[in-house]
């Protein structure tokens, strides 16, 4: 029997069309990146395991790829931790290195080993492949690509405003609605403060984050199974059930928690935010959501989320402000703040809604037919000059019959059909065919080019 060949789940395999309409999301993304003077950067898809282990919480070093060590990986293993079930040592003797679970742990060690190359404050995206040893389901990966626009040495607000201006400019661009979820660490950290609970912030905002996926009882009898008492849970319920807009919101908690430096700093920072993007024109719903937590250990101040408001998926873009994340790698004190697009869940946002334009998924303008050796020959002069004007542009290889190199065309999706034959060879005038309408038009090459021109 042969052998079945499959791939890791959470991986997948992409096929032409599917690479057309990533790339047009990639590119997208990419332009209006440039627009705001953002830089490229890479790094590698592999880093030391120092160098991301303990930056994501606990859940986030479960979810990392460990890398075994080349050659004789077991030498430098102690049996008795293996006897004892002493996971940690065991991975420390046996793997080094790990695939990266984000692109802003490797950005920070990027910083500081660039130290004396960049300018601050330093603007850079990044459009990369991450890993995360997760459980794969509807839109959530093992292997995907994120693209990171992030700014660091700076502890102004403008930079969170320009990142929601750039949200908006991307999504308007593919054609997808989406709200904008702002909070901040701050306001988290001043509602532990306010309930007396500031030891139980992970446990407290972990389970509040849940909110929307599993509704507030389940919420709380996550907290009861965590060892909060009913006092401390019946405290938090005026944080939990919070309505209105933004400026109610903002004043209900205000009410609650601004007595607490933390929580009342964290706020003045969120109503400035919010009444800049006020000023703009934006197209996405700016909404403040005073249970958003994420799982990321590093955010310090503003944090970010973007939901499609017509898919339901999780989040497609995410991330927020991180003061001390350079300190690690012994860079203390450095600001940063930045988001990540989810290209993956955007692809499926966008299939299902169907927004793809059309002009994406055309990989070839115009097909030259092959009418046989002595056409094929004079069709390549006109194939050389049709490409050098940048239009997407091929011959048909092969003399076939013309239902066959028509049927090539329309299965690529190409837009026109170029027939140059014998006539067309002596007179200098050819035969184009639109493949949508299946109009037909004649003319000379500069005529053709004309219409092919975008």
């Given amino acids: 029997m042969a052998q079945k060949y499959t791939i890791p789940k959470g991986t997948r395999d992409f096929s032409p069309e599917e690479m057309a309409r990533r790339n047009y999301i990639f590119q997208t993304i990419q332009s209006i990146f440039k627009k705001y003077g953002y830089l490229p950067i890479e790094t590698p898809a592999m880093e030391n395991l120092s160098t991301l282990m303990g930056k994501y919480g606990e859940e986030g070093d479960r979810l990392l790829f460990k890398i075994l060590n080349s050659g004789d990986f077991l030498k430098n293993l102690d049996t008795e931790d293996i006897e004892n079930k002493n996971l940690g040592k065991v991975t420390t003797a046996i793997a080094e290195k790990g695939l990266r679970y984000d692109l802003t742990v490797p950005f920070a060690r990027y910083v500081v080993q660039h130290l004396n190359e960049i300018t601050f404050p330093f603007k850079r995206y990044q459009i990369q492949p991450v890993w995360r040893a997760d459980r794969p389901q509807k839109g959530r990966y093992r292997e995907f690509y994120q693209c990171d626009v992030d700014v660091i040495g700076s502890h102004s607000l403008l930079n ?3 990142l929601i201006r750039i949200i908006d400019s991307i999504f308007r661009e593919l054609n997808i609605n989406v709200v904008i979820k702002l909070n901040n660490r701050k306001i988290l950290t001043g509602i532990v403060e306010t309930i007396n609970a500031p030891e139980r912030l992970t446990d407290i905002t972990t389970a509040m984050d849940k909110i929307d996926k599993i509704g507030v009882e389940k919420v709380y009898e996550e907290l009861r199974g965590k060892g909060l008492d009913e006092d401390t849970i019946n405290m938090l319920e005026p944080v939990m059930n919070l309505s209105g807009d933004n400026t109610s919101r903002l004043n209900c908690l205000k009410e609650l928690i601004g007595a607490t430096d933390t ?13 800049l993007t006020k000023q703009l024109d934006l197209k996405a719903e700016i909404k403040l959501d005073q249970v958003l937590a994420r799982g990321l250990n590093y ?40 988001i990540s697009f989810g290209a993956d869940r955007i692809y499926d946002v966008m299939n299902e809604l169907t927004v793809f334009p059309e002009e994406a998924l055309n990989s070839t303008d115009v097909m030259l037919v092959n009418f046989g050796d002595k056409e094929a020959a004079y069709s390549l002069g006109i194939l050389e000059q049709i490409q050098q004007t940048g239009i997407k542009a091929e011959l048909y290889p092969d003399a076939a019959k013309m239902k066959k190199q028509m049927k090539y065309a329309d299965q690529k999706k190409v837009g026109y059909v170029l027939l140059i034959g014998e006539e067309e060879m002596n007179t200098g005038i050819y035969t184009l065919k639109n493949m949508k309408t299946g109009e037909q038009t004649k003319g000379n090459l500069e005529e053709i080019l004309t219409i092919l021109k975008p």
Wanted: net charge negative; proline share 2%.
């Fill in 299 to 338: 955010y310090t101040g503003t944090i970010i989320e973007v939901i499609a408001k017509d898919v339901s998926i999780g989040s497609i873009c995410g991330g927020g402000r991180y003061d001390n994340l350079t300190g690690v790698f012994g860079l203390p004190d450095v600001s940063g703040v930045g």
């Fill in 160 to 162: 969170e405003v320009e």
């Fill in 263 to 275: 929580g009342s700093q964290g706020l003045e920072e969120m109503q400035t935010i919010l009444g």
